[in-house]
């Protein structure tokens, strides 16, 4: 019950289009869902984050797309470029259990010149 | 304003030995999270750290413990390393439920 699961693993984008990695969860005590990027030899950057009391959350070319009721929730990153590409991982965390995050597995985005 | 700071970035130890990690929160967070993440996987909670007791626990066994300073900085400590315990071990400062992350220990066992 304390798994994100996450799709696809990886994902190859060409430079200007939309990259869409998906998120699932099971816990509905979770009320706290982050993305984060990382790049190799790094830790992870906190990206965008939302709460499950709205749909949608847009930050720059990035937007979180949350549905409550089937558990989802989604990452758009709009315009994608080069720079974009990393490993994405979703979390989410209860405020219940100090805020611990579980991560989904990860998604290799490759956005092609 | 410096973010998380981990050290040492890069350790290599022998099976059986006992290897001790450090981390420096960010300015103003008072809670430090540790997380094991092994190659090609996301990052596994070990435990968390707050007013200097350990709050939160994963499913890690005893040979992994911590400790927090009273300037809210923390060490991980790891006694009897397995091979499986080569992974890059993550240290992560929040405050109010949002985590940043430092840039890891990548720790090789052999």
């Known amino acids: 019950q304390q798994q994100v699961k996450q799709s696809p693993q990886s994902l190859i984008v060409q430079k200007g289009g939309i990259s869409i990695i998906n998120c699932a969860y099971e816990?509905?005590?979770?009320?706290?869902f982050p993305w984060y990027q990382q790049f190799p030899g790094k830790g992870p950057a906190l990206l965008i984050a939302i709460r499950p009391d709205v749909s949608e959350k847009k930050e720059g070319r990035f937007t979180i797309s949350f549905n409550k009721s089937a558990k989802q929730f989604s990452l758009h990153i709009m315009d994608s470029q080069p720079g974009d590409s990393a490993t994405y991982f979703c979390?989410?965390?209860?405020?219940?259990?100090?805020?611990?995050?579980?991560f989904g597995s990860g998604t290799q985005l490759t956005v092609l010149p | 304003d410096a973010g998380v700071t981990q050290s040492p970035t890069h350790l290599i130890k022998t099976r059986g030995q006992q290897v001790t990690l450090r981390c420096s929160p960010k300015?103003?967070?008072?809670?430090v999270s540790w997380y094991q993440q092994a190659l090609g996987q996301g990052p596994q909670f070990i435990f968390q750290?707050?007013?200097?007791?350990?709050?939160q626990r994963g499913n890690f066994p005893d040979r992994f413990s911590g400790h927090q300073f009273p300037n809210y900085s923390s060490e991980l400590n790891v006694n009897a390393l397995l091979l499986g315990d080569s992974a890059l071990y993550l240290c992560?400062?929040?405050?109010?439920?949002?985590?940043?992350f430092g840039q890891g220990t990548r720790l090789t066992v052999v």
């Open positions: 300015s103003g967070h008072d809670t």
């Open positions: 992560a400062s929040s405050f109010d439920g949002e985590a940043f």
């Open positions: 816990n509905t005590a979770f009320d706290y």
């Open positions: 750290y707050y007013e200097e007791e350990e709050r």
């Open positions: 979390a989410a965390s209860a405020s219940g259990s100090a805020r611990q995050l579980t």
